[in-house]
Structure formats: C-alpha cells, structure tokens
C-alpha cells in the first residue's frame, strides 16, 4: 500500500500545478503538506470516496459530518486557507491525463466505490418550497434540536442573531452585546410604554421580552417552532410579563387583526423564500399602523450565490434564502414602505458566530449529550464556515428600518438622523 498522503498529494499538484494549502494526514498516518498549522486529518479512504463523488462543499461537509474527515487546530484558519487557495487558484481544468491518472490512484488506495449514504443528521424534506408544511418540518430540523441544546449555546438573552458589539473592554461579553442589540432596536423603531409591538419569528422571546421589560410596550410574537413556543411562556411566567406579553405558534401567513405601532423580523425573512417573499412583506406592511416602524434585521449574499450554499442548506437551515441587501429594500418598497435607514453590521456577526463556536468548544461533551456527536460536528463546521463567510464578506447582515406612510405621505419621523434613536433604556 503507498504512502496515503504523499499519493494524494502528488495527485493533487498534477492537477494543480501546486502543493496543497495545508497539511494533509491519511489513515495510514503519513503526512504530506505545510508544517506548523491546522491538519486535515483523512480518517478512512470512505471520505475521500464522498469528495470523488462530490468533489464540492457538500462532499466535505457529509465527509466532515461523518467523521471520516477532521481537523486537527484551528478549524476556521483550515477553512481560511483553502478558501484563500481556491480564490487564487480559480476552477481546475482538469485534462484527460489527470482524469485517468486520479482513477488509478483511487483505485490503489482503495477509494473507489459505490457513492457512500449522506448521513442522518441531512435535512430530507418533502414536497414543494415553501407551503406552509414544509416551511414548518424546515423550521422543526433546524430549532427543534432541543431547547437545553440552544440553552447550553446562547448567551442569557437567547439571542439567535448578531449582535451590537458596542465596546472593546475586556469585561464586555456577548450577552452585553446581544442586550445593546435589543436596546438598538427598541430605540430605532421608537418604542414607548403601551404601544403595541410585533415580532414576526420571535425564537426564544428574547426582543418581546426586552421590549415588555425595559420599554413598557404590550409585545407579541410568533414562531413556527413548538419547542420556542414552550420556552417563551415559560420565561413569560417566570419573569410575570403575562399582562404584556404573547407568544403564538403561528405562520406568518396567518397573521390577522388590527395593525401595530411597530413591526420587527430579525432574521426571520432568510426562511421566506424568494417566491413567497411579497407575502411577506406584503404582511409585515399590513400588520403595521400609519407612521408606524418597521426593523427588519436580515443576512444577505451575492446575486450570483442567493442560497444559503449546499451545506447549510442540507444540513442546517433548510430552504434558506439570503438575497443581496438591495433586493430586500427593493421588496419593502414595493409592499409600501418607505425605508429610512441602512445599517450594515457584517463586522459584528463575526464576533457574535465566534463567541457561539467558542461555546461550542467548551462545552462539547455537553453538546454530544444533548444532540449526538453527529449534530456537534454540523455546528462545529456551521460555526466556523459562518465566521469565516462575514470576516471575507462573502454573507451579511443589516437592519433596515422602514415606515408605513399616511396616503397623505406623513411618516412621522424625526426631521434629522441624529434624533431617531431616542434615549436609551430606561433603567
């Protein structure tokens, strides 16, 4: 049997024309590749089966997810490298030379066969994009995880979104800035106490219940996840909000009745859908009053790449959609309203996903228990692809603030930007 990794790597700059762009350990323990960093670690010759069959990131990730492919150190520079390695290099053109040759070696190291099953932990939806059942089963694989599963990974206000990293000191953490987060958006949408407040795709309550508490406002909001729903009536009850906070299990499809004095979706319209996005915004426009404001926070990437890419897709937030920033405020516009402010915070996202993947780190026997050790491996991937997606702005994430207009054309805005956050928190 040859030498595992000196073979692959010797393929590798056949087709290439250079060496690899980390170090790289085959199951027969030879390495091959850069010393002194991250170690791609090929645990059997089935991962490499994966990549000969999908040579892509959806091979990897199933590889990855599996075990049959690890890293050894710093996962994001690992990933860091390769994708910097692929920008530079640009597509492959592979010859028929190197075609057959990559058989051979295949078929040495024993690689070649039937094409492996995905793993379990591989979203397996059913019937077309975007019904109401199926958005519901997408909703379930990605959330119903388990509630201590989420628990163990947010920070204290179960803020599942980026947050407002608004100081450098080393006593300010990621539960402080997920709290200046919810403070950023009470203020631009001019909360006051006894307005009525909506939040399309609540999670775990954390902006209704900040609002109810800190801004005195009555707050509903709704989510397609049961195992959400259970935990905010719990919190509810535990802190004595009921007088002033709702939670439904409920479409966005469904919402009815009277308009509200404020509207948010925090990266919630990710999971809409293109065709059904008019929808929704057509019922975030419904569901709010005249002069009243609308904060919808959402992640956003390239036309020429609007998905959220194989892996995410199939493994973690199924039928996931992320559009460039102009496309959404284009739809806003087009629903009615007026947008009034763009503010980008991809920088931030990078550090929120970090301090969830260190975590993740911490306390990874605890994630094995609660998800199997399958599921840990998804976030630990999830994670450090993610960070790495916004450091390289390859994703974004911005909140755009809108107003519904009087037919009249009154906004009821502040006449000057530096008038529309208001005070902070009271308390």
């Known amino acids: 049997m040859p030498e595992v990794a000196a073979t692959l790597g010797r393929l590798v700059e056949d087709v290439l024309g250079t060496g690899l762009p980390v170090r790289v350990r085959g199951w027969d323990g030879s390495e091959v590749g850069p ?11 089935v991962g490499v089966r994966r990549l000969v069959w999908d040579p892509s990131e959806l091979g990897f990730a199933r590889a990855f997810v599996a075990g049959e492919i690890d890293v050894e150190g710093d996962l994001y520079e690992a990933l860091r490298l390769v994708w910097a390695f692929a920008r530079e290099r640009g597509r492959p053109r592979v010859g028929w030379r190197q075609r057959v040759r990559a058989v051979r ?6 690689v070649l066969g039937r094409r492996p099953a995905a793993p379990a932990e591989e979203a397996r939806l059913r019937g077309r994009m975007h019904t109401r059942g199926r958005d519901r089963a997408a909703i379930a694989h990605h959330y119903d995880l388990g509630n201590e599963f989420y628990e163990a990974l947010l920070e204290s206000h179960m803020a599942y979104s980026c947050g407002y990293w608004t100081s450098g000191e080393a006593d300010y953490t990621h539960s402080d800035a997920q709290r200046d987060k919810l403070d950023l958006v009470c203020r631009k949408l001019g909360l006051r106490p006894g307005m009525r407040f909506l939040d399309v795709g609540c999670g775990w309550g954390s902006l209704i219940l900040f609002a109810a508490e800190h801004y ?18 719990r919190r509810i009850a535990e802190r004595g909000l009921g007088e002033l906070v709702e939670v439904r299990v409920q479409d966005y499809r469904e919402l009815t009745g009277e308009p509200f004095d ?8 990710e999971h809409v859908g293109a065709v059904n996005y008019p929808a ?7 569901m709010t009053k005249a002069e009243g404001r609308l904060l919808l926070q959402q992640m956003s990437r390239g036309a020429v790449a609007p998905g959220g890419g194989a892996f995410i897709e199939g493994y973690v937030a199924p039928d996931m959609t992320m559009r460039p920033v102009g496309q959404t405020v284009d739809a806003l516009e087009q629903a ?36 199997g050790v399958g599921q840990a491996r998804v976030w630990r991937l ?36 530096e008038h529309l956050l208001g005070a902070r928190m009271p308390g």
């Open 382 to 417: 999830y994670l450090a692809g993610g960070a790495l997606a916004f450091a390289e702005n390859r994703m974004g994430v911005d909140q755009i603030l809108a107003v519904r207009p009087t037919t009249a054309g009154v906004s009821g805005m502040p006449a000057t930007r």
């Open 280 to 286: 929704y915004t057509a019922t975030l426009f419904r």
């Open 105 to 110: 070696v295949a078929a040495r190291l024993g």
């Open 35 to 45: 010393p002194g960093g991250p170690v791609v670690v090929l645990r059997s010759p």
């Open 262 to 269: 404020a509207v948010a979706s925090i990266e919630m319209g």
């Open 336 to 371: 009615g309203f007026e947008v009034r402010d763009v503010h980008a915070l991809r920088e931030h996202y990078v550090r929120s996903v970090l301090a969830w993947a260190g975590t993740l780190e911490a306390r990874w026997e605890e994630f094995v228990r609660l998800a």
């Open 216 to 233: 005195g406002v009555r707050a509903t909001g709704i989510t397609l996840s049961a195992r959400q729903g259970e935990f905010v009536r």
